[in-house]
């Protein structure tokens, strides 16, 4: 959906650094997600938010943290503790009329 | 609890073939369904979806039908192109607001 933007499309880190991870979108939607996608193992939920200061744990919260301090904007820190950061990481947003999900291009995080 | 099973892949074809990935969902009760595709590099896109028993999504010369009483809603479509190369995933939502997704299926479509 060309109103839901990340950056960068490609994130070098090395090990033990935090990585922050950007998700914009100018379409007024309440919902954000965060998944984490790995070769042959579909996508998993990291974080979501229903509405702006307010945020849940998803299936794999473990490593990363999370703010929404604006409507527009959810980004997703990966912190040194996550174990294997390396990953292609889409964010989403929750369109209320259709009750259907949306994603953003992604960003490929390597971690060295 | 809920979960959803895709066929694995890859699945190749020649041009023109037609296509079915098969999807089935555990649920306990009545989910939405959803296709989602997925080009090489980039984000998921919504293909189709269906939000209730007998309802048949379609988009771009694909089509499933949200079968309850098999529990599938498998992706058919008559004429494959090259074009159609991709990851398409099969996702449910149900109870809260978590979509749940297969592991994907890779089809390769050649000339």
């Known amino acids: 959906d060309g109103g839901i933007t990340q950056s960068p499309k490609y994130l070098f880190r090395k090990e033990g650094q935090n990585v922050t991870l950007s ?34 744990k ?4 473990e490593g990363y943290s999370v703010s929404r301090e604006k409507k527009e904007s959810f980004p997703l820190t990966v912190t040194s503790a996550q174990k294997n950061p390396t990953a292609f990481y889409l964010c989403a947003i929750r369109d209320r009329g259709t009750d259907t999900q949306y994603f953003g291009p992604g960003t490929r995080l390597t971690v060295l | 609890g809920d979960s959803v099973t895709q066929m694995e892949g890859p699945v190749t074809l020649s041009e023109e073939a037609c296509l079915t990935i098969n999807c089935t969902y555990t649920a306990t009760g009545y989910p939405s369904l959803f296709w989602y595709v997925q080009y ?8 189709l979806k269906a ?12 089509e499933a039908t949200y ?5 599938s809603f498998h992706l058919e479509k008559g004429s494959v192109q090259v074009s159609d190369s991709a990851v398409y995933f099969c996702a449910l939502k149900w109870r809260d607001d978590k979509i749940i997704f297969g592991k994907g299926t890779r089809l390769h479509i050649l000339p």
Not at chain 1, 58 to 61: F, K, L, N, Q
Not at chain 2, 40 to 47: A, N, S, W
């Open chain 2, 40 to 47: 090489p590099g980039e984000g998921l896109q919504l293909l």
């Open chain 1, 58 to 61: 998803g299936d794999i919260a």
């Open chain 1, 23 to 56: 998700c914009e979108q100018n379409l007024n939607h309440d919902a954000m997600y965060w998944y984490r996608q790995d070769p042959g193992q579909g996508l998993r939920l990291i974080y979501y938010s229903q509405i702006v200061n307010d945020f849940q």
């Open chain 2, 51 to 62: 939000t209730k028993a007998d309802d048949k999504g379609s988009n771009k010369g694909f």
């Open chain 2, 67 to 71: 079968r309850k009483e098999t529990t």
